[in-house]
C-alpha cells in the first residue's frame, strides 16, 4: 500500500495537468483501504469524500514546489505523499464543515456531502479516519531522514490544530459580527483556508531543505494564497449556482466576510493584491519553476475575470 509512486513527471504545459494529476490520485487511492475492507461503510464513505473529481490545487502545489527546489527524485517522489496527506486533511475538514451542525450543505464535488450519502455519525468517523491517516503517510515516507518526517508531522499539527484550521472553524462558527474590520476577516480566513495552504507549501520546503530565506519567502507566498484563494471561494459563493460551483452555495449569508465588507469592484481588486503580493514572494523565492507555479495559480483564479 505504501509503494511510492514510479516516476514524477516534469510538467511544461500549465494547461494540461493530466500527468502528475493521475499520480497523485493513483496514489490518493492507494494510500486508503479499498471499499471492499471491513468495515466497509466506513471505508466506501472515505473513498466518497477522497476520491470526488477535485482539481487536487494542494498536493498539485506541494509536487510542484518540490520540483522547482530539487532535483533529487528520492524528495520529489515523497512531495506527491506529502501534497496527498494534505489532501486528506482537506477532505476530513470539507467532511465536518459540509454536517448540519456545521454549513448543512447537501452538495460537494458535484456529489452528495459525506453525511447525505452515507449518515452523518459515518461522516464524522470517516473525517476523523482522514485525519489519522495523513499523519500516517507522513511518518513513513519512504528514505526519507526521520527528522524530517517528525518536523513534517510536526508542522501539520499546528496547521490543523487548535491554533489553526480547526481554530478558523470555530471562529467561522461564531461568525456573525457584522462589524468586523477587515483585519478580522483575514485573520479567521488565514486560519480557515490559509493554514493548510501553508502546510502544503511550507512542507514541501522543508522536505527539500531549502534555506531559512526561501522558506520565509514561501511561507509569504502560501499566506497570501491562501487569503486570495478564501476570497475567491466568497466570490463563487455569491455569483455562481449549486451546478456551477458544484457545491452548495449561499453558505456566507450573515457572515462577514471580504464581499460583505468591500463589495464586489473591491473585492476583486484586494485578490488582486492578495495574487500580486503571493506571485513576488513566489519569484523571491528563486524555484526553476516559478514561471510555470504562477502559470497555474492564474488558471485556478481565472474566475476572476468573469465576475
Not at 494540461?16 to 490518493?28: T, Y
Request: proline share 3%; with cysteine.
Amino acid at each position: 500500500m505504501n509503494k511510492p509512486t514510479a516516476n514524477i513527471l516534469e510538467i511544461v504545459d500549465p494547461q494540461d495537468l493530466s500527468p502528475i494529476q493521475a499520480q497523485i490520485e493513483n496514489r490518493l487511492s492507494s494510500l486508503i483501504p479499498s471499499d471492499q475492507t471491513w468495515p466497509v461503510k466506513l471505508h466506501a464513505a472515505q473513498r466518497h469524500a477522497l476520491l470526488s473529481p477535485g482539481k487536487r490545487f494542494r498536493p498539485l502545489l506541494c509536487v510542484l514546489i518540490a520540483q522547482g527546489a530539487t532535483q533529487d527524485i528520492t524528495k520529489r517522489r515523497a512531495a506527491i505523499d506529502v501534497g496527498c496527506a494534505a489532501e486528506m486533511v482537506h477532505a476530513a475538514s470539507l467532511i465536518l464543515d459540509d454536517l448540519p451542525c456545521m454549513d448543512d450543505a447537501a452538495l460537494r464535488r458535484n456529489s452528495p456531502t459525506t453525511h447525505i450519502a452515507f449518515d452523518e455519525s459515518t461522516a464524522i468517523l470517516s473525517a476523523t479516519a482522514l485525519l489519522n491517516r495523513a499523519f500516517g503517510v507522513l511518518a513513513r515516507l519512504r528514505d526519507i531522514d526521520p527528522a524530517i518526517r517528525i518536523a513534517l508531522v510536526d508542522l501539520l499539527s499546528y496547521s490543523v490544530g487548535s491554533t489553526g484550521l480547526i481554530a478558523g472553524q470555530m471562529a467561522d462558527l461564531a461568525n456573525g459580527d457584522t462589524q468586523a474590520s477587515l483585519q478580522d476577516v483575514e485573520q479567521l480566513n488565514r486560519l480557515k483556508t490559509g493554514a493548510l495552504f501553508e502546510f502544503t507549501i511550507y512542507s514541501a520546503a522543508i522536505l527539500t531543505e531549502l534555506s531559512v530565506g526561501q522558506k520565509e519567502d514561501l511561507k509569504d507566498f502560501a499566506f497570501n494564497l491562501g487569503l486570495g484563494f478564501q476570497l475567491l471561494d466568497d466570490l463563487k459563493d455569491s455569483f455562481m449556482d449549486d451546478a456551477q460551483a458544484e457545491k452548495s452555495v449561499g453558505r456566507d449569508e450573515g457572515k462577514a466576510t471580504i464581499l460583505a465588507l468591500l463589495g464586489t469592484k473591491d473585492s476583486k481588486q484586494t485578490l488582486k493584491t492578495y495574487l500580486i503580493s503571493a506571485k513576488g514572494a513566489l519569484h523571491r523565492a528563486g524555484l526553476q519553476n516559478s514561471s510555470l507555479l504562477e502559470a497555474v495559480i492564474d488558471r485556478q483564479f481565472a474566475f476572476l475575470n468573469e465576475v
